[in-house]
């Protein structure tokens, strides 16, 4: 009986595991034209998100956007600082040469973030993100990305950002121990009453 037991808790807890919400992971590409926040319409990442679920979203600081002419070249993050061309970046333009510089803050939906940074939203609700980022989903719903500016007519390029939620528990998980426990009760509880009535 206690072998049965132990089966039906293992079973208890391995469907646990298949009630979760699995992870994610997408490769999207934003386009500093097509998906600007003004002008242009955000990109449907293809997430849902849970409100509180863990999400990360990044790209390479070499991976470039424009805001239009020089110097309004950046990545996620926007343009914060002075820029100068690399070897290593798919600006084209002469290594040293000047290609960004602080625009500033660019305020819409009630948030205020750089000028070419990446912005996120959930149902609403908008928050910056940039190259880098962690966090928790601020609401529940769909994931969209957006170039931040205020004009799109003479944005160019895109970036390739990678995303990543996390797992989230299901009820049964969620549940833990305790909720195994009474599982498990339940179960023994109904081979006690299936055992007297087979011995009567």
């Known amino acids: 009986m206690l072998k049965r037991a132990l089966c039906i808790c293992a079973c208890v807890a391995g469907l646990a595991g298949l009630v979760a919400t699995p ?11 097509n998906n600007s926040s003004s002008g242009g319409a ?13 999400f990360t979203i ?14 309004r070249y950046s990545d996620g993050n926007g343009l914060t600082g002075d ?38 939203e959930i149902a609403g ?15 529940s719903g769909a994931l969209s990305l957006f170039y931040w500016d205020s004009n799109q007519g003479d944005n160019f390029g895109s970036i390739t ?14 549940a833990g121990l305790p909720g195994l426990v009474m599982a498990l009760g339940g179960f023994v509880a109904w081979l006690r009453r299936r055992n007297r009535a087979a011995a009567a």
């Open 83 to 120: 820029r100068n061309a690399s070897a290593l970046d798919d600006s084209g333009r002469p290594v040293g040469s000047q290609i960004g510089t602080n625009f500033g803050l660019w305020s819409q939906h009630s948030i205020s973030a750089p000028y070419g940074s990446l912005v996120g």
């Open 23 to 33: 992870a994610h992971a997408v490769t999207v590409v934003v386009d500093a034209f």
């Open 42 to 54: 955000g990109l449907a990442t293809g997430l849902s998100l849970t409100f509180g679920q863990t």
């Open 125 to 139: 609700s908008f928050f910056l993100i940039g190259t880098n980022f962690t966090g928790q989903a601020i609401a």
């Open 58 to 71: 990044t790209s390479s600081t070499n991976d470039l956007w424009s805001a239009g002419g020089l110097p």
């Open 161 to 174: 950002f990678d995303v990543n939620a996390a797992a989230v528990p299901g009820p049964i998980v969620g």
